[in-house]
C-alpha cells in the first residue's frame, strides 16, 4: 500500500501530524510519502516512518504529473485547504481528510461560544485514517534530530550541562501570541538557574535585550542555531518555557515538562502540548476571563483592542513558580 500525506506547513503542525504517519507505517506497512513547503521538509526527512518527502516553494504544479505517476492508493489530507483540494483533484485518488472545525472555531473567536469538542488536533489527524484500520498507538509525538545536528552544551557556555538549564522559547509567529519585553526580562532576572533564550533571526535583537537586561545566567542564542539545534538544545533542558509556537511541540514529543503561556490563542483549539497517553507534563498559563480572547485563532501583529490584556496580566510570579 502507497499512501500520500498532505501537510503543508507550519512547524508545528507538521510535528503534530507525526502519530499519523508512525501509525501507518507500523500498523499496515505502507510506502509512506508526504508532501509539504520546501521550508518544512527537513522536519520530515530524518523520520524513519517516511519513506519520501516531496516539497515545493510556492507552486505545487510542477509536481502534480510526478505524483499523479505513483498511483497512490490513499491521499490523506492533513490539511484541508484549496490548494491541498487542487492535489486531491489532480491525482484522483481516494481520499480521507481531517475536520478542521473552522465554523467552531469561528463562533468562539466571533461570539465566544463554545462548540468546540474536547478534542486534541492529534486525534482529529487520526480519524482521517481509521477507516483505513489504523488506530492511535497512544505513544506521543516524534522528532527526529539527524546525524551530526545534537547541540555540544557546553561550547554555549562553560559548564552547562543537560538537565540543568531553562529553554526559553521567545519566539512565535504573532506578536499577540508572545509576552511582552518587559515580563522576558522580569522573569529571567527573577530564575536563579541557568536560562537559554531560543529563536530565529527575527527574535536577535529581542534576545540581546532580555539577556543584557536579566544578568549573565541568561544566555542568549537567538539566530544561531537551526531547527534541528535548537531541537537538540530543548531536548536537553530541565524545563522549557514556551509561547504557543513550533518548539513547544517538538519539547513535547521529548517528554520535556513544559510551561506554556497563552495569549490571544487558546489551548481549546486543540493544539496543547501532546505527550503519550498517562503522561501530562505542561502546566498552561493564560488570563482568563477576557471577553475578548481568543480574538483570533492565529494571532496579530498586535492587539485589536489596544490594551493586549491577554499577556500584559499575565502573572510573572505564576511563570516563575511554575519553572521552580
Request: with cysteine; glycine share 8%; hydrophobic share 40%.
Amino acid at each position: 500500500m502507497k499512501i500520500l500525506l498532505l501537510r503543508f506547513s507550519s512547524i508545528g503542525d507538521i510535528v503534530l501530524t507525526t502519530p499519523v504517519a508512525r501509525c501507518l507505517k507500523r500498523q499496515l506497512g505502507a510506502e509512506i510519502h508526504f508532501l509539504s513547503k520546501t521550508a518544512y521538509a527537513q522536519i520530515l526527512e530524518p523520520n524513519p516512518h517516511i519513506d519520501r518527502v516531496w516539497s515545493f516553494r510556492k507552486d505545487m504544479t510542477e509536481l502534480l504529473p510526478a505524483l499523479k505517476a505513483e498511483r497512490f492508493d490513499h491521499v490523506i489530507d492533513l490539511h484541508h485547504n484549496l490548494r491541498s483540494l487542487r492535489v486531491k483533484l489532480a491525482l484522483g485518488r481516494p481520499t480521507r481528510s481531517f475536520d478542521k472545525l473552522n465554523f467552531e472555531k469561528w463562533l468562539l473567536v466571533q461570539t465566544g461560544i463554545d462548540r468546540l469538542p474536547d478534542v486534541h488536533i492529534v486525534q482529529r489527524y487520526m480519524d482521517a485514517v481509521q477507516p483505513l484500520g489504523v488506530q492511535y498507538d497512544g505513544l506521543g509525538l516524534d522528532y527526529f534530530i539527524p546525524p551530526g545536528q545534537e547541540v555540544v552544551l557546553p561550547a554555549l557556555a562553560p559548564g552547562l550541562m543537560p538537565g540543568q538549564y531553562i529553554a526559553f522559547v521567545l519566539g512565535a509567529t504573532h506578536a499577540t501570541k508572545r509576552l511582552p519585553l518587559r515580563k522576558m526580562i522580569d522573569i529571567c532576572r527573577n530564575l536563579p538557574q541557568p536560562i537559554v533564550l531560543l529563536g530565529g533571526k527575527s527574535e536577535v535583537p529581542m534576545g540581546k535585550l532580555v539577556s543584557e537586561a536579566a544578568g549573565p545566567h541568561v544566555i542568549d542564542i537567538c539566530g544561531r542555531f537551526n531547527l534541528h539545534q535548537s531541537a537538540s538544545i530543548v531536548r536537553q533542558a530541565r524545563k522549557v518555557l514556551t509561547h504557543d509556537t513550533g518548539l513547544m511541540h517538538i519539547a513535547a514529543a521529548y517528554h520535556k515538562d513544559i510551561v506554556s503561556v497563552w495569549g490571544n490563542t487558546v489551548p481549546k483549539f486543540g493544539m496543547f502540548p501532546f505527550y503519550p497517553d498517562g503522561m501530562e507534563r505542561n502546566t498552561t498559563l493564560e488570563v482568563n476571563g477576557l471577553s475578548c480572547r481568543p480574538c483570533s485563532k492565529i494571532g496579530y501583529d498586535r492587539c485589536p483592542k489596544g490594551h493586549f490584556r491577554c499577556m500584559m496580566d499575565m502573572d510573572v510570579s505564576a511563570v516563575i513558580r511554575a519553572l521552580e
